[in-house]
């Protein structure tokens, strides 16, 4: 089944529907987006407007088993498969979603199709045991980045052996205990 999405005069999404792929498929045997465009103007009416969407697409990446293994990303498909209130943005052919809620400072990388924080996400995750025994719980605040830029990720840990409300900061490095 083939995605498209319904947009409205202000390239929001505001449908999602799956077509046959039969419908897409032109006289030589070639799959062609228009031809699914046509047939859903033919049902939802002339003015309406559609663009194909990819279920397999996010962040730019193609994520099908075998493009992943393969390492084939030419049916990435459009930034983002689209959903109801996500943007199309007509410059860059892509779909992506609203801004995290709550991350006013984060910004839109147009190549990888998502919206990043102005910091590094933490590279030490959990506690390197095999298998682990905890992990960071990690989570973005916007309050601490405005009042320290060099602050934002904050985390706390699963099975915490001292307190579980204990609350942890990222440095750029490490995790260091903030309360």
């Keep these: 089944m083939a995605h498209f999405a319904q947009l409205d005069e ?105 919206w990043e924080a102005p910091i590094t996400y933490p590279s030490i995750k959990d506690d390197g045991a095999d298998p682990n025994v905890w992990y960071y719980h990690i989570y973005w605040d916007e309050a601490a980045y405005q009042a320290d830029n060099t602050t934002g990720w904050k985390a706390n840990r699963t099975n915490d052996e001292t307190d579980p409300r204990t609350e942890y900061g990222w440095d750029g490095s490490s995790w260091n205990v903030i309360t």
């Design 10 to 114: 202000d390239n929001i999404v505001i449908n999602v529907v799956t077509v046959n792929n039969d419908v897409l498929i032109d006289g030589d045997g070639v799959e062609q987006e228009s031809l699914g465009i046509t047939f859903l103007q033919n049902l939802y009416g002339a003015e309406t407007i559609w663009k194909q969407t990819s279920y397999n697409t996010l962040c730019n990446q193609h994520f099908a088993d075998r493009d992943v293994l393969s390492g084939d990303q030419t049916k990435a498909l459009r930034g983002n498969f689209a959903g109801v209130g996500d943007t199309y943005d007509p410059v860059n052919d892509i779909f992506y979603g609203p801004r995290p809620e709550g991350c006013d400072s984060w910004t839109f990388n147009i190549s990888n199709a998502k």
